[in-house]
């Protein structure tokens, strides 16, 4: 186990160095070693690249990755459920409803220069208000409702409702607006300013901490609402910690990157399958090495070297992940679950 | 030993709120106690209320009137944590968790006394050990609990709640997936712990002969109060047989069994020098729907008796008599004839 956990320690420090190397714009390695260690480059915009684009992204995705995967364990765990995902309870449409609203909407007033309305932090303030709402209503529903089958098939009514009406709005929306917010819903990790991480990196800490903190917890809760009861559990206190962490996990991740889904689904079950247990203390820990990795690969592979296109970073990692999923399945033949 | 009940309830009804706020009460005014030590089966037909009624006891489900008391202190009055130092619950449902070690399952049972990041102490690595031991797992530690049997699961599951260290143990059901001899097997853990640990184990089943041979006390649900008494009054003042009674089943006061019974079945009297002998000629006749007599003047007389080689039944049946040698499946051959159904 300490093994594993040393090798990914390690895999990820050399992932993340890997994507500050590549990148459309061809910089030596030992260039951005210099530029890292504080040093000038010999080429004033490879030292502007590596500082302000490739190392901020880089940090996005390892967070990103590690955000997600967390939140997916959660979920997984909550609703004992396999299939679970840190989009289950809705945040995702909420913040997708949130950011067509705002697209969409301010479009229809004005006309022309809304282009600049919609800048980055209006975006981000819309889809975070989005999963926020979302939150509330779930919590609010998790008051009468206490069974959580119940509450997962609510999630999905919701978001079916929510994408109901962006799908109208888009219908009727200016092809440019529209465009914009197909963009946001592909994901990216790039769009993200040195600034920004200020912003981004603090509530994925606190959402981190806090589901660090329900570790025991949820080790109690995978037996089961009655077991978890019959031991002394405060199930609804639980709970909540539990929605406020994946909050502030996916709906952050969601606000700066639009939704990435995949990963959240599928590392869980690679660290359950790759460290056999279920002590979340270890899954923890697991999820966060495991999802910062596939992320920055999928962003490693995302770019081509030498173009300047970038692929949509959520199909790439579910085309890495997916066929590393079946091979771990098909070779251990375990069977996936919570 | 401490003569105040480890639990009991007062005027208790049970059931559940409906969506609407509407009362559906199963069961109402109950009045039953344990004491230290006691073994105790819940009996009753299916959805009488004997899940609903230990989880009430266990603080699972709020109870829609009376009262229950742990140690004299009303369930409701506990803090959580406390109440879990008191009562532990094994429920129906099978944990079925893939990749959970046995260990780590047992001591999930430290939770109410551990912190909130549940370390372990030495103590606590102690007491999970002696719990894996009782429950006879401790071999199978590192085992997950996909490679268990179903007996061995329920075994873990068991030793988790001697890890939780309650006197008093509920467990719902816990023989419903096993095979006979893991059913007994359990049992006679459970007898083992309430007679030299000391803790009341209230069971609830659908095994009767389960129910009557290895517990001190019944709480019998017969449809409108839910009755407690040893196994043995139940029996003899006919409350188990009217529990039970229905017109498809007939409740024999000699083996404790149910039988079916059948309508118009030619009843059928079976004498023989062979108690065992006896004993199978008539389970085969009931098998095909004869009812047995004990009087002589039955519709048919069977004498069986047993050479060497083959057992031999003498058959007199309306004025005429038939002797058949053989087996039990010969028998079964000819049974036809003498069909138990009257024409």
Known sequence: MFFLFALFSVLLLILFFVDLCTGSVFIPVKEVISVLSGHKSSVPEWHFIVTDYRLPKAWVALFAGMALSVSGLQMQTLFRNPLAGPYVLGIMSGANLGVALLVMGVSWFIHGEYAGIVGSFSVVAAAWTGAFVVLLLVMMVSLRVNDMMTLLVLGMLFTGASSAVVNMLQYFTHESALKTFVVWTMGSLSGISPDDLYIFIPPIVAGLFLSFMMSQKMNVLLLGDTYARSMGLNIRFIRWMIFISTCLLAGTVTAFCGPIGFIGVVVPHLARMFFRTTNHWILHGACMLLGGMLLLSGDILSRLPGHAVQLPVDAVTALIGIPVMIWIIVKNFRFVSV | ?343
């Open chain 2, 1 to 343: 030993m401490n003569h105040f009940p480890v639990i009991r309830t007062e005027h208790l009804s049970i059931g559940y709120t409906l969506p609407g706020g509407n009362d559906f009460e199963i069961v109402n005014n109950i009045h039953v106690c344990a004491g230290e030590g006691e073994m105790i089966a819940v009996l009753g037909k299916n959805g009488c209320g004997k899940s609903t009624l230990l989880r009430t006891l266990a603080h699972l489900q709020q109870p829609l009137g009376g009262r229950v008391y742990i140690h004299e202190k009303e369930n409701s009055q506990y803090r959580l944590a406390e109440l879990a130092r008191k009562v532990s619950f094994v429920s129906t449902e099978p944990v079925r968790l893939h990749h959970m070690t046995v260990y780590e399952l047992v001591a999930l049972g430290r939770t109410p006394y551990a912190g909130w990041f549940g370390f372990m102490n030495e103590e606590d690595k102690q007491i999970i050990r002696r719990a894996m031991e009782e429950a006879g797992i401790i071999h199978l530690q590192q085992k997950h609990l996909d490679e268990l049997s179903d007996g061995e699961r329920q075994r873990a599951m068991i030793a988790r709640t001697l890890a939780q260290d309650t006197p008093l143990i509920l467990l719902d059901e816990p023989t419903a997936f096993l095979d006979v001899s893991n059913r007994y097997e359990i049992i006679h853990l459970l007898r083992r712990l309430s007679r030299t640990k000391n803790k009341t184990v209230i069971y609830s089943t659908h095994e009767l002969n389960i129910a009557l041979g290895e517990s001190d006390q019944l709480w019998l649900f017969t449809g409108k109060e839910v009755v407690q008494g040893t196994p043995e009054d139940l029996v003899f003042e006919g409350k188990m047989a009217r529990a039970f009674d229905s017109s498809q089943l007939h409740f024999d006061l000699l083996t404790g069994e149910f039988s079916g019974k059948q309508a118009g079945g030619k009843s059928v009297y079976v004498s023989s020098a062979d108690r065992q002998l006896k004993e199978w000629t008539k389970r085969f006749f009931i098998r095909n729907g004869f009812v047995v007599s004990s009087s002589a003047k039955a519709d048919m007389q069977v004498e069986v008796s047993r050479t060497e080689e083959s057992i031999c039944w003498k058959i007199q049946d309306a004025g005429r008599e038939i002797l058949l040698h053989g087996s039990f499946s010969m028998l079964q051959k000819n049974i036809k004839d003498f069909s138990g159904v009257k024409n």
